[in-house]
């Protein structure tokens, strides 16, 4: 039987089981006893291998959003990109000169780069020449996506953009599926968003955002980001899933570091810093009856020299 997943993976969900059970007490009489605990259920996640007919809806689906997007007045990549060029291209002479120049200049490196150690006889001397190569590459593949990134950014807001995003969404929604049972067979998985077309499984995607659901919604951008990996086909094995959802864990895990360490950044010690204890209001009046009488003195010392000052006139 050919299979039916494309990937599976398992994620632990935190739940917190309750206990209710009747015990007697020291007096004999029976009472009831609730117990809690957290434990942690593993969860089935599944990506669904698409049938023919899912390919179909899908091609229509996208022309649908790429209709929708033009009427709504978004321009499309290619009419951005005649646009531009009747006005010349997306960039001018010069850039596109130094374009070019950085281009050159990354092969001539990665040549010089790859013939270091065949030309150079001193190994020490060879690596250390392959490591100022390799400094030189970085810098100049940063200028070039510095270039790059400028041109994609023009086509973003384009309606070719928000259909093929909404495409991705869509496949994530009717391939992900999930079963909290041992060991599951595949009829025993359901799908995540529910059942219906796009918008009532886009109703199930928000809520677990707007919820801030702590297993569903990092699920579900997994799902999305694996799906999107799957969609571009830069995932064509098992073992490519399971590489990108380490890269997607990692990514994951480093947000979550980041977000706790602004958020110690915005309140230090806000938690442990010792609150002031209020003083007795007995206390507060003595003090204050305290600091008037020595206000008192004051002005009559100063009332006091006045006068002494006046008698020596």
Same mark, same amino acid.
């Given at each position: 039987?050919?299979?039916?997943?494309?990937?599976?993976?398992?994620?632990?969900?935190?739940?917190?089981?309750?206990?209710?059970?009747?015990?007697?007490?020291?007096?004999?009489?029976?009472?009831?006893?609730?117990?809690?605990?957290?434990?942690?259920?593993?969860?089935t996640?599944?990506?669904?291998k698409p049938?023919?007919?899912?390919?179909? =809806?899908s091609?229509?689906?996208?022309?649908v959003?790429?209709?929708?997007?033009?009427?709504?007045?978004?321009?499309?990549?290619?009419?951005?990109?005649?646009?531009?060029?009747?006005?010349?291209?997306?960039?001018?002479?010069?850039?596109?000169?130094?374009?070019?120049?950085?281009?050159?200049?990354?092969?001539?490196?990665?040549?010089?780069?790859?013939?270091?150690?065949?030309t150079?006889?001193?190994?020490?001397?060879?690596?250390?020449?392959?490591?100022?190569?390799?400094?030189?590459?970085?810098?100049?593949?940063?200028?070039?996506?510095?270039?790059?990134?400028?041109?994609?950014?023009l086509?973003e807001?384009?309606?070719?953009?928000?259909?093929?995003?909404?495409?991705?969404?869509?496949?994530?929604?009717?391939?992900?599926?999930?079963s909290?049972k041992? =060991?599951?067979k595949?009829?025993?998985?359901?799908?995540?968003?529910?059942?219906? =077309?796009?918008?009532k499984?886009?109703?199930?995607?928000?809520?677990?955002?707007?919820?801030?659901?702590?297993?569903?919604?990092?699920?579900s951008?997994?799902?999305?980001?694996?799906?999107?990996?799957?969609?571009?086909?830069?995932?064509?094995?098992?073992?490519?899933?399971?590489?990108?959802?380490?890269?997607?864990?990692?990514?994951?895990?480093?947000?979550?570091?980041?977000?706790?360490?602004?958020?110690?950044?915005?309140?230090?010690?806000?938690?442990?810093?010792?609150k002031?204890?209020?003083?007795?209001?007995?206390?507060?009046?003595?003090?204050?009856?305290?600091?008037?009488?020595?206000?008192?003195?004051?002005?009559?010392?100063?009332?006091?020299?006045?006068?002494?000052?006046?008698?020596?006139?």
């Amino acid at each position: 039987m050919k299979e039916k997943w494309l990937y599976k993976f398992v994620a632990n969900k935190t739940e917190t089981k309750t206990e209710v059970k009747k015990v007697k007490d020291s007096d004999g009489k029976e009472v009831t006893e609730t117990s809690s605990e957290t434990i942690k259920k593993p969860v089935t996640i599944a990506i669904a291998k698409p049938r023919r007919r899912l390919y179909e =809806d899908s091609e229509l689906f996208h022309g649908v959003r790429l209709s929708e997007g033009i009427k709504a007045g978004l321009l499309t990549r290619h009419l951005i990109a005649k646009r531009y060029d009747n006005d010349g291209g997306l960039f001018s002479e010069s850039e596109r000169d130094e374009y070019a120049s950085l281009i050159i200049l990354k092969n001539k490196k990665i040549k010089d780069y790859q013939m270091s150690a065949a030309t150079d006889p001193d190994k020490e001397k060879a690596e250390e020449n392959k490591a100022k190569l390799l400094d030189e590459l970085i810098v100049i593949e940063e200028q070039i996506q510095n270039f790059e990134s400028e041109r994609s950014s023009l086509f973003e807001k384009t309606a070719d953009v928000r259909a093929e995003n909404q495409l991705i969404m869509w496949w994530t929604f009717m391939l992900s599926y999930y079963s909290d049972k041992q =060991d599951p067979k595949d009829e025993d998985f359901i799908p995540v968003f529910g059942e219906g =077309d796009f918008d009532k499984r886009l109703e199930s995607y928000d809520e677990f955002y707007d919820e801030e659901d702590d297993f569903w919604l990092p699920i579900s951008k997994k799902l999305a980001f694996l799906t999107s990996f799957w969609h571009n086909g830069n995932i064509k094995s098992q073992e490519g899933f399971s590489e990108a959802e380490g890269l997607f864990d990692k990514n994951f895990d480093k947000d979550l570091e980041e977000s706790s360490e602004t958020a110690a950044e915005e309140n230090p010690e806000q938690e442990d810093a010792p609150k002031e204890e209020e003083a007795p209001e007995e206390e507060k009046i003595t003090k204050e009856e305290e600091a008037a009488e020595e206000e008192e003195a004051a002005e009559e010392e100063e009332i006091a020299k006045e006068e002494a000052s006046e008698k020596e006139e």
